[in-house]
């Protein structure tokens, strides 16, 4: 579905995409006992998030936990209703917590937000200075749950399906009366990356659904790569054979999700 989407809007997945994580790690917090008296109504965001010199606190007073200082990189903040946050609870563990973005001590500002695409989805810091936030699971409980590994699997899914739109004008391009043998190079090159990619999607999707929780950060960190691969490979291919395209620029913004080489360097310690 979220492939869907991004074929036929990169940024409404963009969107999409966090609401959809956010409501399924509430439905694994219920599950694991963790969550009580919360709100998922509204639309969510997730920011989990770090930067240097940005280190969001948490802080409970009398039972009520409350959060202060600057979160950075959360995207729409200023449109949505409620967020996951991560922050600190002392100097070594972080807690992730539900605010509502609607409170008057939570500021979103923004920008700085200088993109060549997904210029409307604005990820910029926010600002907090005693919002009342709702613990989700336990100090440690956010990162090592087997759904954050299925959560970087959709966004691999809405850099695949926003592939498929470049893919069709590589095919229309191959298809025209003035094409060559290097139009359906590029098309061949771009049809054999997302082939493999699917591939790669709907084999950990499988294992997803077969409960195989032991190998799912190695599925997600595989597919991922695969997916990136490909998508790095259609954009270079749409480059060469139609030149500057609409269909990109939030692409290749999204696809810079993707950290690379310091991806790759995890899969290798697990794989």
Same mark, same amino acid.
């Given at each position: 579905m979220l492939a869907s989407v991004a074929a036929r809007d990169v940024a409404a997945a963009r969107v999409l995409e966090p609401h959809l994580d956010a409501? =399924? /790690?509430? %439905?694994? =917090? #219920?599950? %694991? @006992?963790? #969550?009580?008296?919360?709100?998922?109504? @509204?639309?969510? @965001?997730?920011? +989990? +998030? $770090? +930067?240097?010199?940005?280190?969001p606190a948490a802080r409970q007073d009398a039972g009520t936990w409350t959060l202060h200082g600057t979160k950075p990189w959360c995207s729409l903040a200023a449109d949505l209703d409620r967020a996951l946050v991560t922050a600190w609870i %002392? $100097? $070594?563990? #972080?807690? *992730?917590? =539900? /605010? %509502? *973005?609607?409170d008057p001590s939570v500021t979103a500002r923004t920008g700085p937000w200088h993109a060549r695409g997904l210029d409307r989805v604005v990820s910029a810091p926010i600002d907090v200075d005693g919002a009342v936030a709702t613990p989700v699971g336990d100090a440690g409980w956010y990162l090592p749950r087997p759904g954050f590994a299925r959560g970087g699997a959709g966004v691999a899914a809405c850099w695949w399906g926003g592939a498929l739109p470049l893919r069709a004008a590589l095919c229309e391009a191959a298809r025209s009366d003035r094409a060559d043998q290097l139009a359906r190079v590029h098309l061949g090159r771009a049809d054999v990356a997302l082939w493999a990619a699917r591939a790669a999607l709907v084999e950990a999707a499988t294992a997803f659904d077969a409960g195989v929780s032991a190998s799912e950060d190695l599925h997600t960190a595989r597919s991922r790569a695969v997916v990136a691969d490909a998508v790095e490979?259609?954009? =270079? $291919?749409? +480059?060469?054979? *139609?030149?500057p395209s609409p269909l990109v620029a939030d692409l290749q913004v999204y696809i810079r999700q993707h950290h690379a080489d310091r991806d790759l360097a995890r899969t290798g310690g697990d794989g």
């Open positions: 409501l =399924a /790690i509430l %439905d694994e =917090a #219920r599950d %694991d @006992g963790f #969550r009580e008296n919360l709100d998922a109504t @509204g639309t969510w @965001g997730v920011f +989990a +998030a $770090e +930067a240097p010199g940005t280190r %002392d $100097e $070594e563990r #972080r807690q *992730l917590f =539900a /605010i %509502d *973005l609607r490979t259609v954009l =270079a $291919e749409a +480059a060469h054979a *139609l030149g």
